[in-house]
DNA sequence: TATAATAATGAACAACCTGTCGTTCATTAT
DNA sequence: ATAATGAACGACAGGTTGTTCATTATTATA
């Protein structure tokens, strides 16, 4: 019996895939990218890239797919315990350790991750990665963290608010060389999701 | 001397290349189109678009283009009177009918902005939308919105958080058939912005 | 309205990319 | 040692691209 995912010709021939691919796409956009290009960095047969992947795109669906799961894992292991200390304690106090975690795993994963989510790259998973949010952190229908008669603007505009700015900063922050720690991160974004970006800005109170 | 800018035939083969661009982003992403799915929706030769554009890039780039020059007409002629406003009135009041004219806009070209703000549109653009916000709204040196000294975060979060949220929340309404009023959406942006998305949904205060 | 200008057409082309074959060869179990 | 497995390979047909050119249709203008 013979397992595909410790055969070494096979682990070897599929990283070498991706790390071409996120090579290519620092390069050139992932539209632009051919699977010809693909085997050509990763020195294998075109026909081979053909016995792992259907295509191109599922190629790219395959290595977000990772990620995504990942995440769900980060979020769903540490999600209880947020929402017990929601009761008590500010919003601060209890969302900012997740956000670190979340840092930390992009920190990681950040190759990709800035290739994947760049200019040049996947505007599908940007949108898989805002419904993910929502749903992960506020889509818990027992225990959701936001109810709909508090809110003071339509749900579905709040959603897209919170989930495209922190994505956006997510983006600047790898595009700009990760200076900063997760743990800084955390707190630029916990200031101005929670304070308001004005209030961040100096032009309020 | 014949003016290209007038002869019917190149306005109308014109015209029907950029109603068949957004009819096609509709159905397949804009990296599945092919020239030939442009032209033979068009209804014209093939060669008759390599006469026009470069490629399908040179096409959408100009289209997009056109509506950042727009959109940098309105911002440049109404920006005076929010900067004399800005001194005396709350960030409210000052910044929302220039919010509501963009709407207005956005309403109008909402066919092809919905197309290219899309989950099958060009990720490019909203990188250059992104840059486009931030420069207009508080690049200008001499009388800059924002001061350096006043943040309480990295001036690129910031300018990162809020363009990203704004234009999240744009594609959101574009995306579910527009029923809100230019109005309205400016209304549900400032809310979020100035009092903070957490305020916005009701977890604080 | 007649005419000169020129935009659009249809066809052909080489070059390239795609997806799918059957074949070869290294690895593994018996 | 040898047979079975399946990963990697080379080659194929079909489709797209960008270009060119002679021909046709449409337009602006005198």
Chains 1, 2 share one sequence.
Request: net charge positive; aromatic share 10%.
């Amino acid at each position: 019996m013979r397992d595909r995912n410790t055969d070494l010709r096979i682990i070897r021939t599929k990283e070498s895939i991706r790390d071409a691919l996120v090579e290519l796409i620092d390069e050139k956009s992932f539209e632009a990218i051919t699977v010809k290009d693909i085997t050509t960095r990763a020195k294998i047969n075109r026909g081979t890239f053909y016995a792992h992947y259907q295509d191109k795109f599922d190629l790219m669906t395959k290595c977000e797919d990772e990620i995504m799961l990942e995440m769900s894992k980060i979020a769903k292991q540490n999600f209880p315990g947020v929402l017990t200390a929601f009761e008590t304690n500010s919003p601060t106090a209890t969302l900012f350790p997740i956000a670190v975690l979340i840092f930390e795993y992009l920190n990681e994963k950040s190759g990709f991750m800035k290739a994947v989510l760049g200019p040049k790259g996947d505007l599908s998973f940007q949108t898989r990665l805002k419904d993910f949010m929502w749903k992960t952190l506020f889509g818990n229908d027992p225990g959701a963290l936001i109810k709909e008669q508090n809110l003071l603007v339509p749900g579905q505009y709040l959603a897209s608010y919170i989930a495209s700015a922190h994505i956006g900063v997510i983006q600047k922050w790898l595009d700009s060389g990760r200076k900063e720690s997760p743990q800084e991160m955390a707190r630029i974004l916990s200031t101005m999701s929670i304070n308001g970006p004005f209030f961040a800005a100096g032009l309020k109170k």
